[in-house]
């Protein structure tokens, strides 16, 4: 609702400049989306866009090779994790007092 009412400008015509503000940003839209491949003027392009290939988004990268990581790995990975999520950590110290009480 805040976007609707940040682009009123006339308090007396709500509607026609919502309508306008809409109106604005999809030919916005729809302008960089049609021009995606021109370089826009007074902008810089990032060195690592230059040779950015854009044929394969959201395209597998190979056929897939069916992989079981072993055990020990897999626990490598879940301690990882869990030492470096944000939300596990007040509870770190709880775990290793219950496993010294066991």
């Known amino acids: 609702m805040k976007v ?4 009123v400008r006339n308090r007396y015509r709500p509607e026609g400049c919502i309508a306008e503000s809409y109106l604005i ?3 916005i839209e729809f ?3 049609f021009l995606s491949e021109v370089d ?3 902008l810089g ?3 690592s866009q ?3 290939d854009t044929s394969n988004i959201g395209r597998p ?3 897939g090779v069916p992989f079981k990581p072993e055990q020990e790995l897999l626990r490598q990975a879940h301690r990882y994790v869990l030492e470096n999520t944000i939300d596990v950590q007040p509870y770190e110290g709880f775990a290793t007092t219950i ?3 066991v």
């Open 50 to 52: 230059d040779h950015l």
């Open 61 to 63: 990268l190979s056929m």
């Open 25 to 27: 940003e999809e030919a």
């Open 31 to 33: 302008c960089s989306d």
């Open 4 to 7: 609707i009412e940040n682009s």
């Open 40 to 42: 826009p003027v007074g």
């Open 99 to 101: 496993s010294e009480q």
């Open 45 to 47: 392009t990032h060195k």
